[in-house]
């Protein structure tokens, strides 16, 4: 994994909530398509996109406003590796769609502190600069870095509120066309939420990285600390050894 793939840089500003159920106001890049498309055409889908309207109709502020904003930055043909997060951030102005980021200017949730503590002390990047980039990971989702939640909208102040609507469908089969793919991939798994999507991988063609999850009640935790994993290091040397591109 090159360097640069993990510096944090802004890109053009959206409105801070989801707006619609329409999937259409939600693009992805080409390769996901058909991914995508499957998934809303399906009945998970079908009954996901019901309840989604339906919490708009009622009111409800729902996170981010673009839901597979993941899969917009990131083309299939392009992962390198792949974080999983579990729902996005549920503050006001938090979430841009993509796992672990903050918009730019955003106050950095200790998690976010972790992981960019963590690449300082493995490759001596430097924390970003404020308030632009800050914790906006959009680089890295443009430099090959999967950044998925494994659901991927939350209501505010309701962390989980839309765990086991539908969304595990369609980012499981994410998961499994990457595992799938042609060219070997860094999967990191912190925490045991993301470990559990471990049997959707093959492990004989990736490299599957386990450490702890960044927030500080686990990240200096043993047996698998987060902090001292070394897996930013370890990325860069699978992408010398197995990724010729």
């Not at 938090?94 to 992981?115: D, H, M, T, W, Y």
């Not at 980039?133 to 939640?149: C, D, E, I, Q």
Request: aromatic share 8%; with cysteine; glycine share 8%.
């Amino acid at each position: 994994m090159a360097q640069e793939s993990f510096s944090a840089l802004p890109e053009g500003a959206m409105p801070d909530r989801l707006m619609s159920a329409d999937p259409s106001d939600w693009p992805v890049a080409a390769d996901w398509q058909p991914v995508v498309d499957d998934f809303f055409a399906s009945a998970t889908g079908q009954k996901l996109l019901a309840f989604l309207r339906g919490r708009l109709d009622e009111g409800a502020v729902i996170f981010p406003p673009r839901p597979l904003r993941a899969l917009e930055l990131t083309p299939a043909k392009e992962v390198r590796v792949v974080i999983l997060g579990q729902d996005p951030y549920h503050g006001r102005g938090q979430a841009e769609g993509l796992a672990f980021s903050v918009a730019p200017g955003v106050a950095l949730p200790p998690s976010l502190r972790n992981i960019f503590k963590e690449l300082q002390r493995d490759l001596g990047t430097p924390p970003p600069k404020f308030p632009v980039p800050g914790g906006s990971l959009v680089n890295w989702a443009t430099h090959g870095v999967l950044l998925l939640n494994t659901c991927l909208t939350v209501e505010e102040g309701q962390p989980a509120s839309h765990a086991g609507r539908g969304w595990e469908l369609l980012t499981d089969n994410v998961i499994r066309q990457v595992s799938a793919g042609d060219h070997p991939v860094v999967f990191m798994l912190w925490g045991a939420h993301a470990q559990s999507k471990r049997v959707l991988i093959d492990d004989s063609r990736h490299k599957v990285l386990l450490a702890n999850h960044p927030s500080p009640l686990s990240a200096l935790r043993p047996p698998l600390p987060f902090i001292g994993c070394g897996h930013f290091s370890q990325a860069r040397e699978w992408k010398v050894a197995h990724q010729k591109d």
